[in-house]
């Protein structure tokens, strides 16, 4: 079967019996062939999810044909939040930064060798020190610089690229500059950011020279959803290392930045290849 013709379905709905049977016997009868599924039920919540990637025969009906056939046969008699998507084609993701560009490199470096089955539209910055980068990856690089004065007006640019590019994942990538709740809304379940997991503990400028005063003996990085909630949104990727006594604040920046771009990267991946689903305040990832 084509490769060209593959897709890929997650489902979230109340658990009962049937679920599997009725989505497996739905693709078997209109000749579309499982290549990889997961599956888990959450006893905490009721809920059970899905992910199913597939690969659709020549005669197979369309996309549009499974969406309107799956919607009455299956979805609606399960009471499912569900969706279907094109395997092959790239997500196009919009890339935020600000002064510190470990991420953005990262990302920019694992979409060019093919890691990231993404395409890059857009960066968007409100500091210029990154243009250059930019026009080496021949990637549009928007200079929106924000005061107090302009927020509301470069929030409001943001979303128009955002349509403009068709974008369909917007990735803080060190970005600092905290988001409005009317953005954060508009952008639910589609951005990403990425922090030290510090937080609580040690809040604003140089948390890494606090935890060195302090003595930790863990490192972490967190990617998660943005929300409303500052830094509080569903969690996808986590990651830790240990460090001791001997190692300096300036030792403990650069083994953070490192974890950094590890966790965000692998929160990408998991988001484009369409393996996160967001289970109330937590998230459930097929890796």
């Known amino acids: 079967m084509s490769d060209t013709s593959a897709y890929i379905l997650t489902i979230s709905c109340p658990d009962t019996v049937g679920i ?19 599956q888990f039920g959450d006893r905490t919540s009721g809920l059970f999810f899905l992910r199913v990637h597939f690969s659709a025969a020549a005669d197979s009906p369309t996309q549009a044909e499974l969406e309107q056939a799956f ?15 094109d395997a092959t084609r790239p997500q196009r993701v919009l890339i935020m930064v600000s002064k510190f560009g470990h991420c953005l490199n990262d990302l920019l470096y694992r979409y060019r060798i093919g890691y990231l089955p993404i395409e890059i539209p857009a960066i968007v910055s409100n ?3 990154f243009y250059q980068l930019a026009a080496w990856h021949n990637i549009p ?7 107090n004065e302009t927020k509301a007006q470069q929030e409001a ?52 020279h606090q935890a ?27 990651e830790a290392e240990r460090v001791d006594h001997t190692m300096t604040p300036d030792d403990l920046v650069a083994i953070g930045r490192d974890i950094e771009n590890v966790v965000l990267a692998r929160a990408v991946k998991y988001h484009v290849e369409h393996r996160v689903l967001i289970n109330g305040t937590k998230t459930v990832v097929f890796k």
């Open 127 to 129: 500091h210029r020190d």
């Open 141 to 147: 690089f928007h200079y929106l610089p924000v005061t």
């Open 157 to 208: 640019r943001l979303l128009e690229i955002v349509e403009e590019e068709k974008v369909d994942l917007v990735v803080l990538a060190r970005y600092m500059q905290v988001l409005s709740s009317g953005l954060c809304e508009k952008l639910a379940g589609r951005a990403i950011n990425i922090h030290h997991s510090f937080l609580p503990s040690f809040k604003g400028a140089k948390p890494y």
């Open 20 to 38: 599997v049977y009725a989505v497996s016997g739905f693709l078997a009868e209109r000749k579309c062939n499982i290549i990889d599924s997961a």
């Open 212 to 238: 060195h005063q302090r003595g930790v003996k863990l490192i972490g990085a967190t990617a998660h959803y943005v929300t409303a909630n500052l830094d509080e949104g569903p969690i996808i990727e986590q």
């Open 71 to 85: 919607r009455e046969v299956v979805a609606k008699p399960f009471n499912m939040d569900w969706k279907l998507r």
